[in-house]
């Protein structure tokens, strides 16, 4: 891992279509954009703005996500999350992300990822399945 650049930001950008919907994903029963998928575009910001500092070996893995979901988006609309590096303590860099649609604030959050090796990463979670974990 290269040094850390407290205060940099990355903003990931989708359209809101059906299929992030909280009725299509299932956590909800109204048109609107769902909570997870909220969620899951903030971590891709923070994991995109922190894959420049990775090694090929590396990765980053979410191990906490502190979120509001404070307003209702409409299919066809677009929203972004912005994450920007807060801290860093050895391998676990901390996240403020902010997510806005066209009218504005839609959710903020505190996000904490931590840097792996990859291929460890994976061996370790595969051998739960044959119980030597």
């Known amino acids: 891992m290269k040094d850390i650049t407290i205060g940099i930001t990355h903003k990931e950008t989708r359209k809101v279509s059906e299929d992030l919907s909280a009725k299509a994903v299932g956590s909800g029963e109204v048109a609107v954009y769902a909570t997870p998928m909220m969620i899951a575009l903030m971590e891709n910001s923070a994991a995109m703005l922190l894959k420049q500092f990775l090694s090929e070996e590396e990765t980053s893995v979410g191990t906490m996500i502190n979120t509001t979901h404070e307003a209702a988006t409409p299919c066809g609309m677009t929203v972004s999350a912005e994450a920007e590096i807060i801290k860093q303590e050895g391998r676990k860099i901390t996240f403020q992300i ?9 959710g903020q959050a ?24």
Do not use: C, P
């Open 98 to 106: 902010t997510a806005v649609d066209e009218a504005g604030i839609i």
């Open 110 to 133: 505190v996000h904490e990822r931590v840097v792996v090796n990859k291929a460890k990463f994976e061996a370790r979670a595969q051998a739960k399945l044959n119980g030597s974990v």
